[in-house]
């Protein structure tokens, strides 16, 4: 009496054996196709939206004329209404004092005066900024005829890395404006947006100090 009939094992490595529930299709090749045909329409997609792209016109404003009062002269440029006084000052007048650092109006590195007030024109749009008088550091001295302050800043080492020292420069300058002998109380409150990342507001306190005293004799 024969016994139960054992399966036949597979004497040939290179043909995987096929499913039962699949005739014909094995393991490794139904993977392979599910692969595909879902890579399929992930490409197609993709295709279509490279080819929307390339047919979308860019839509804006384009470059406009635009005029600025800087350090007592005339600058003109055609600048997107986008680009800020900073990028204006930096790019297109190669005025870099003004250091860009945070580029949101919380450092005070880039600190100008605008009608003899601290802005961050970082924050200021070119286009707004004409028909204002704008002071850079550059316009308050120059090597060998150094404003009383800046003097003052070297005399006191009141700069490190100096990204910051053209900001507070130009806040001492419209805070002594207003408060040509102040206490150390006001010189912390008056200069108190901008920000030294090396913290040497103890050498810039004294340098605001001696620079009123300069300005005073």
């Known amino acids: 009496m024969d016994g139960p009939e054992k399966p036949t094992k597979n004497d040939n490595p290179e043909k995987p054996e096929q ?18 045909s879902a890579a399929v329409p992930l490409v197609s997609q993709m295709g279509a939206f490279a080819l929307s792209e390339t047919e979308v016109a860019t839509q804006g404003p384009g470059k406009v004329p635009v005029s600025l009062n800087v350090n007592g002269k005339k600058l003109s440029a055609s600048l997107e209404p986008r680009v800020t006084l900073l990028d204006a000052l930096r790019d297109q007048f190669e005025l870099t004092g003004a250091k860009r650092v ?59 890395c100096g990204f910051c020292t053209p900001g507070f420069v130009m806040a001492t300058k419209a805070f002594l404006d207003q408060h040509p002998n102040p206490t150390q109380e006001q010189i912390k409150h008056g200069l108190g947006g901008n920000f030294c990342r090396c913290g040497t507001y103890a050498g810039m306190r004294m340098a605001v100090m001696q620079a009123a005293k300069t300005k005073g004799a």
């Open 102 to 160: 945070c580029d949101r109006g919380t450092c005070g590195a880039c600190t100008v005066l605008m009608d003899n007030k601290t802005v961050y024109p970082c924050s200021v749009l070119a286009i707004d900024a004409q028909n204002h008088q704008i002071i850079t550091v550059e316009g308050l001295g120059e090597p060998g005829h150094l404003h009383p302050i800046q003097q003052a800043f070297i005399d006191n080492d009141a700069q490190q």
């Open 19 to 36: 499913s039962p529930a699949s005739p014909g299709v094995s393991r490794r090749d139904f993977l392979k196709i599910s692969g595909v």
